[in-house]
């Protein structure tokens, strides 16, 4: 297994711009997980999904901020329209149970 | 509501010489507890979780509920030891897993 995949690996976009990160997670796993880390604040959750079905949104900052899993094996996470303060490293991860996570490399997001 | 507090943002260390990164929880249930590492560019490993009781890379980690920490320790730290570490938390039977802030461990060598 390839692992947790990410895509794209960085992002430059422009103030006002829709951005959109992808994740494939480890096939058979039935968790996925957004986070966001910043130097501040460390690593957040955003939102998690159990069978493709989000659970707990309660980290997704403002409306501006949407994610979808519309199948066990893809999730994106859209930010329109992005703002300078959205930079940030977004991790995926995924996990079968309670057994850890495993995330993937991350997408360095830069808005400018 | 589960909360993790790791209270060193940096720590260096000379290599050889003993390593603890701090961290302290706050839960009403039972709690399990993980540590995880980002070495340079890389992305998050699991390094260890209480449960296993095992000793990876020469790190061991002891849950001391009384206390309600989980303090990671090596006796002899290593150069390839830098890197960023979080401690995480989350309740028996949930997924969700809470991060503290992280640690930057740096060996001098």
């Known amino acids: 297994d390839a692992g947790v995949i990410q895509s794209p690996r960085h992002e430059v976009t422009e103030m006002g711009q829709e951005v959109t990160l992808r994740c494939k997670p480890i096939s058979g796993h039935n968790s996925l997980f957004w986070y966001r880390q910043t130097m501040m604040r460390g690593l957040e959750l955003l939102i998690y999904?159990?069978?493709?079905?989000?659970?707990?949104d309660s980290g997704m900052p403002e409306d501006r901020f949407s994610a979808k899993m519309p199948n066990a094996s893809f999730s994106t996470l859209k930010i329109q329209p992005s703002e300078p303060r959205d930079s940030a490293v977004y991790f995926c991860a995924s996990s079968l149970g309670t057994g850890g996570y495993t995330f993937g490399s991350g997408t360095r997001l830069t808005v400018v | 509501a589960q909360r993790v507090t790791q209270p060193e943002k940096l720590l260096s260390v000379f290599k050889g010489a003993p390593v603890e990164l701090k961290c302290n929880y706050s839960y009403s249930g039972s709690p399990e507890l993980f540590w995880y590492v980002q070495y340079s560019r890389q992305r998050l490993q699991l390094l260890l979780r209480?449960?296993s009781r095992e000793s990876i890379k020469g790190f061991t980690a002891d849950l001391n509920k009384g206390e309600t920490s989980f303090h990671l320790k090596k006796p002899f730290a290593q150069e390839e030891d830098s890197a960023m570490y979080y401690c995480a938390l989350s309740g028996v039977g949930n997924e969700k897993l809470t991060f503290g802030t992280g640690t930057r461990l740096t060996i001098i060598p």
């Open positions: 999904f159990n069978n493709n079905v989000p659970i707990d």
């Open positions: 209480h449960i």
